[in-house]
């Protein structure tokens, strides 16, 4: 088999980069170890910047978003029982929009075959080669049989847990990673959102966020311990301690029904350096992980796989691999911003286990600092609905 760029991972990552790529006259082979059915239903993040949401329909996959997104012109801010609203439209001109992971990976999966382009699934023992030099190979199985891929290039969109990063040669990289002391417990309740805008609340027993994924589905997390057992929490007890957290003087509380899934996730940040090496290039979570507090894990794939479709078309097209070159100081640029935004938002709305009483006072005055000035509220809404991209959609300059 032969293409142009080899991608590993039919995420968002891999299957936007797919997309672009071909509105450039790029041809890609797009290589995924999961089923069609799983990465559609398979349920993640679901906040898109403004840039994220522009970006999808001005490349022709925004027609359902459009129609079933939920637009959100801000978010609150709760602690001691009040809640705070931070306008976005007011501030930056900008919103976001809800609309779930595996929704935008059914857009792409179905735009990409719409086209004729290929998506190979359940593949199996994936590796790449030769990487280093101008033939990189993907080997894989594919249906039992032995398949082999050359291309010009490869993304490595295929996770933290994917095969690409780790391929890189020992010391080439350098890693910059926190842990942090606690997790999110999430649960999706089939319950109609009792309120149209996301709730952050700082809490004395622990943060919690009241979200949604549709009309009539809630999206809910508790911080807990980041080993809990999720066996430990029956449905009964997270309600309970749900509603002691969201207990507010004005009486507000999410809707409770069924809950239809649970799950805990670990905190961490974590961020590669660089994001290439040779023909390899990593994109979204293969490269960087940031906690979900500030909804900035899919909106980063895209601007990812966003300067790279740009870099490789200029190249392609215009013979001129600078961007290219620059592909990992470019996107790295963006990455610590919103890491930054990520810690920042992380530990403005959680308890830390052992905090001293100063600390827990600083947090305080923090958040009434955040709610009370139209400054500081200002730079929440700016980094929250996304920052500017660093560099300009001109294809050949």
Request: net charge negative; with cysteine; proline share 4%.
């Amino acid at each position: 088999m032969r293409t142009q760029v080899g991608i590993i991972g039919a995420g968002p990552a891999g299957l936007l980069l797919a997309h672009l790529l071909y509105l450039q006259g790029i041809e890609s082979v797009v290589i995924e170890a999961h089923s069609r059915q799983y990465i559609e239903e398979r349920v993640r993040a679901g906040v898109l910047e403004q840039g994220t949401v522009d970006l999808l329909v001005r490349t022709g996959v925004g027609e359902r978003l459009l129609k079933e997104g939920l637009r959100h012109q801000g978010i609150e801010l709760a602690f001691d029982r009040k809640r705070h609203r931070i306008d976005f439209t007011d501030l930056s001109a900008k919103a976001i929009t809800v609309y779930a992971q595996h929704e935008v990976v059914k857009d792409l999966v179905h735009a990409r075959l719409t086209v004729g382009g290929t998506i190979l699934f359940d593949v199996e023992g994936a590796s790449i080669h030769d990487f280093d030099g101008e033939h990189p190979v993907i080997r894989f199985s594919a249906n039992g049989l032995p398949q082999v891929l050359h291309c010009d290039y490869i993304a490595g969109c295929d996770g933290f847990h994917g095969v690409c990063r780790p391929s890189i040669p020992e010391g080439v990289l350098t890693v910059f990673e926190r842990t942090y002391p606690f997790g999110w417990l999430g649960i999706l309740a089939e319950a109609a959102p009792s309120q149209s805008e996301l709730v952050y609340m700082n809490h004395e027993r622990g943060f919690a966020l009241f979200s949604m994924r549709s009309p009539s589905v809630t999206r809910l997390y508790l911080q807990c311990d980041p080993d809990e057992q999720i066996a430990n929490w029956s449905d009964g007890r997270i309600w309970d301690e749900l509603l002691t957290r969201f207990a507010c003087d004005d009486g507000w509380l999410p809707n409770q029904g069924p809950i239809l899934q649970k799950s805990v996730t670990p905190m961490r940040s974590y961020v590669v350096e660089p994001m290439q090496y040779g023909r390899l290039f990593l994109a979204g979570d293969a490269a960087h992980i940031v906690p979900p507090t500030g909804a900035k894990g899919l909106n980063l794939a895209a601007s990812d796989v966003r300067v790279l479709a740009h870099a490789l078309a200029v190249s392609y097209k215009c013979g001129n691999s600078n961007l290219l070159s620059s592909y990992s100081q470019i996107c790295l640029r963006r990455v610590w911003k919103a890491q930054r935004f990520s810690w920042w938002m992380t530990s403005l709305l959680h308890r830390i286990p052992r905090a001293s009483g100063f600390d827990q006072r600083r947090q305080m005055a923090e958040l009434d600092y955040v709610t009370g000035s139209r400054a500081a509220a200002a730079s929440l809404a700016e980094n929250y609905v996304g920052l500017p991209q660093d560099f300009k959609d001109a294809w050949c300059d």
